[in-house]
């Protein structure tokens, strides 16, 4: 009689817990009832998005409220552009995926990419683990979640690098929350393709005894636009005193006494030019004058070198 009773209430325990088990099941999606996880902790593809609810939480207290929807305007690119079979060619691993997204009351909503490796068929087959791409760690339940746009408009995210294989066909869909609620169901399947093959660069080794590269060679003189001159008087520098009128004075050194200043000298005096020149020969630290521009008419540069001349 004892081993009766005991079976009898065994079985009202295992039936409060089994309705306890669906009560939780349909709280838990916000009213949708989700799918359970396949054995190899794979989801079916039916599992309401509120489920996981990697865009913030579902909340059900607002009245007369419509769910978004994606749209069907899915796109992987750049450039955007799909092939025969109707799969957008992406031309790099750092793909942006695309969609637009409406909502009913006109609300700002996101969208949620998710993204999977395609069988032999093209179809669907294990989700790709994604990294949030402001934190650099994997994504909360493996998808991206776009910025918020107007109703109407189109959301997108940028898979970061490294979570794409090179010449891979995959596939993604989307599913929008406007902040309140969740779309009751996944969109359609957009299918995409990485580039063929990576980028690889190899460097020659260098050369320790080759000559020294003649950087300045290589650049023709560019001519500039001409400046002006003024009257450069007077012919003393300011010397622990503001610039005046042709001279352009540095900060003064109050230890050493010393303030840079410096001024445009016009080229047509013979006199001046040959003082030029002979006190910079004279001086083994500094360089020769310019001898490129001795040909030319008017102001020009070069990498390491310019040429003001001609003033009027």
Not at 136 to 147: F, N, Q
Request: aromatic fraction near 6%.
């Amino acid at each position: 009689m004892s081993g009766s009773l005991g079976s009898s209430r065994r079985r009202r325990i295992l039936s409060k817990l089994a309705l306890g088990a669906c009560s939780i099941l349909l709280l838990g999606s916000g009213g949708e009832a989700a799918a359970a996880d396949s054995g190899d902790g794979t989801p079916d593809w039916d599992y309401a998005p509120s489920s996981r609810p990697a865009a913030g939480p579902e909340a059900l207290t607002k009245a007369n409220n419509n769910r978004p929807v994606s749209g069907k305007n899915l796109k992987a690119g750049p450039p955007f552009t799909k092939d025969s079979a109707g799969v957008w060619q992406a031309n790099r691993t750092t793909v942006t995926l695309r969609n637009t997204v409406t909502d009913a009351d006109g609300d700002a909503a996101n969208l949620t990419f998710q993204v999977y490796t395609t069988d032999a068929a093209g179809n669907p087959k294990d989700q790709v683990q994604l990294t949030d791409p402001d934190t650099g760690k994997p994504a909360a339940y493996g998808v991206i979640v776009s910025d918020f746009v107007t109703s109407g408009g189109t959301a997108q995210v940028t898979i970061r690098y490294g979570d794409l294989k090179t010449n891979t066909t995959y596939a993604f869909r989307t599913s929008a929350y406007d902040g309140s609620l969740y779309e009751t169901n996944w969109s359609s399947w957009a299918k995409f393709h990485t580039r063929g093959r990576a980028v690889s660069i190899t460097l020659p080794e260098p050369k320790k005894d080759a000559p020294a590269v003649n950087q300045d060679g290589y650049q023709e003189p560019q001519k500039i636009a001409q400046p002006s001159m003024a009257a450069v008087d007077p012919t003393e520098p300011p010397i622990g005193r503001s610039a005046e009128d042709g001279w352009n004075c540095g900060t003064l050194n109050k230890k050493t006494g010393i303030q840079p200043c410096s001024r445009l000298v016009p080229d047509d005096s013979k006199k001046i030019r040959d003082a030029l020149t002979k006190g910079t020969n004279e001086v083994k630290a500094l360089p020769r004058l310019v001898d490129w521009c001795a040909n030319l008419t008017g102001s020009h540069i070069k990498r390491y070198e310019a040429c003001i001349g001609s003033f009027t």
